[in-house]
């Protein structure tokens, strides 16, 4: 009996070990939340009051966007323009595209260092972030603007959190509550909530408030945070993650309500977005979305097929 002891023992330990190891990539996943979540949603009604991101459907499915061939990052949609804007980090340029993703203008970015999140404010009023420097630049872009030179813009600098290239990578505006939602891509991953810029008035001093909640952000059961969309219709968050391959609508206090998976197989896709970097919904509640380094989406509900 004896000669049997040591190699049961040892599948034993190696039996824990291993169940360790998965509790723990699971963990790192944040797989066990997201399964939660999708057992909770089983069990309730379908409320009006969400987007319900399930039931988009993918009717562009990584189309490549032609002129284009440095990285993509961020998206936004402009309801004056009724276009998009989206920014390249390498050759730094704002891009403003059609809704059928066709390049309709290019204009150069000067000092701005590694922009990776744009998002439109007001008629010809954006703002852009340096992920490097934790800044945000409002820019003025009127119909003959061919560059922006940020030592001519008005700016601000977080300053939390620094180092490293994981900065700001996500922009929302609430136009109503003029509220500017800024993410944080990982180590930590936080959702700030800027209050006071970018000013409309520049005769104003100026009045800024930064508020976050990491206990809030962290009920989000995703790795990182690639891009955000702020919903004025539900007052609803998007956030987007690249490497989850998920959308999150997220309520006023940071609860998930509806979730959208960009893998293979999901929302009618044929193949998993390979690198989700914006997303951005129209008027019509239309959900437009890049991948790096240069693939267009477009996801619609079957009320608008």
């Known amino acids: 009996m004896r000669r049997f002891a040591r190699p049961k ?23 066990f939340e997201r399964a939660w979540f999708n057992l909770h949603t089983l069990w309730q009604p379908v409320s ?13 499915e990584a189309q490549v966007i032609d002129g284009l061939a440095d990285n993509v990052s961020a998206l936004t949609y402009d309801p004056v323009r009724k276009s998009l804007f989206t920014v390249t980090n390498k050759h730094s340029e704002l891009i403003e ?3 059928d993703g ?12 590694d922009p990776e999140a744009v ?8 703002v852009v972030t340096d992920e490097s420097q934790q800044r945000l630049i409002k820019i003025r872009l009127e119909q003959d603007t061919t560059f922006v030179d940020a030592a001519d ?26 509220r500017l939602f800024v993410a944080k891509e990982r180590n930590p991953m936080l959702i700030y909530e800027v209050h006071g810029f970018p000013r409309f008035n520049p005769e104003e001093s100026y009045s800024i408030h930064v508020i976050n909640d990491p206990k809030r952000d962290a009920g989000m059961f995703v790795r990182d945070l690639s891009s955000l969309q702020y919903d004025e219709r539900s007052g609803h968050l998007l956030a987007l993650s690249d ?11 940071g609860r998930p309500l509806s979730t959208m998976s960009l893998g293979k197989g999901r929302q009618g896709l044929q193949n998993t977005v390979p690198q989700a970097e914006g997303i951005a919904v129209d008027d019509d509640g239309t959900l437009y979305l890049v991948s790096e380094p240069n693939l267009f989406y477009v996801f619609k509900k079957p009320a608008q097929l």
């Open 97 to 99: 595209l059609s809704l």
């Open 9 to 31: 023992s040892l599948i034993l330990i190696l039996s824990v070990i291993l169940l360790i190891a998965v509790v723990a990539l699971g963990q790192y996943l944040r797989l």
């Open 243 to 253: 490497e989850s391959r998920l959308i999150l609508e997220l309520d006023v206090s």
């Open 153 to 178: 813009a008005e700016q601000m600098t977080i300053g939390v959190h620094m180092g490293g290239n994981k900065g700001f990578e996500g922009l929302a505006y609430d136009s109503v509550g003029k």
């Open 48 to 60: 009006s009051q969400t987007m319900g991101l399930d039931q988009y459907r993918v009717v562009t």
């Open 119 to 126: 998002e439109f404010i007001s008629e010809d009023i954006y």
């Open 102 to 113: 066709r390049i309709l203008r290019r204009v150069a970015l000067v000092g701005f260092g």
